[in-house]
């Protein structure tokens, strides 16, 4: 995936500069594109939204949060990963809260904002399922999410399981039990003797 191949060319890069080692650290900061003055949170949790819109991107979800929610760090999410209505099929896009390593602002409990990594799939889970594309691309993301800051897949939630208030996010047709499962079930596969 993209992370995968921005990973790569950094390597490739330092190994033409000639540098042979990266740190963890480096290697976070160079896949995540966070600057080195910039603080890695230590993220314990992970949690999935939706966006109870029909299409959208991170640029419009930004100007709302900021404007209509009066959000000044705008866009509350880490992550955004799009439906091809108003960015690609499996977009993952990449929210400057996370650049920034800001904490979220997705949920109504500060302890969980603090160190819970937000991420948001464009549509409304309500009426009908996320894409397949989509579900890929959240897969791969929690992947490398949960093997980067160490994230066990009992610590990834819905909105709904997390918040204080009740909430439908993000939506009857994303299952949590079945993201949890495939995740499970990939970590036992990756986990076999070859
Ligand atoms: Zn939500």
Not at 19 to 25: A, C, L, N, Q
Not at 115 to 134: E, H, M, R, W, Y
Request: aromatic content about 6%.
């Amino acid at each position: 995936m993209l992370l995968g191949a921005a990973v790569l060319v950094a390597c490739v890069i330092n190994i033409l500069y000639g540098r042979y080692t990266m740190t963890t650290d480096e290697i976070l900061r160079e896949k995540y594109e966070i600057r080195p003055d910039t603080p890695i949170r230590p993220w314990r949790t992970i949690v999935i939204h939706h966006s109870a819109t029909e299409s959208g991107n991170a640029a419009l979800f930004d100007k709302y949060h900021r404007e209509k929610m009066h959000m000044e760090n705008g866009l509350a999410y880490h992550f955004v990963i799009g439906n091809g209505k108003g960015s690609g099929d499996g977009e993952i896009e990449v929210s400057p809260r996370w650049i920034r390593q800001l904490q979220g602002g997705h949920v109504d409990r500060e302890e969980v904002n603090e160190l819970g990594i937000g991420i948001a799939l464009v549509g409304d889970f309500t009426k009908s399922s996320p894409t397949p594309k989509q579900i890929e691309s959240l897969l791969g993301l929690l992947r490398e999410l949960q093997a980067d800051f160490d994230i066990p897949t009992e610590r990834i939630f819905g909105h709904r399981e997390i918040n204080s208030k009740p909430t439908i996010c993000p939506g009857k047709f994303l299952s949590m039990d079945e993201i949890r499962a495939k995740l499970r079930a990939g970590a036992a596969v990756a986990a076999m003797p070859r």
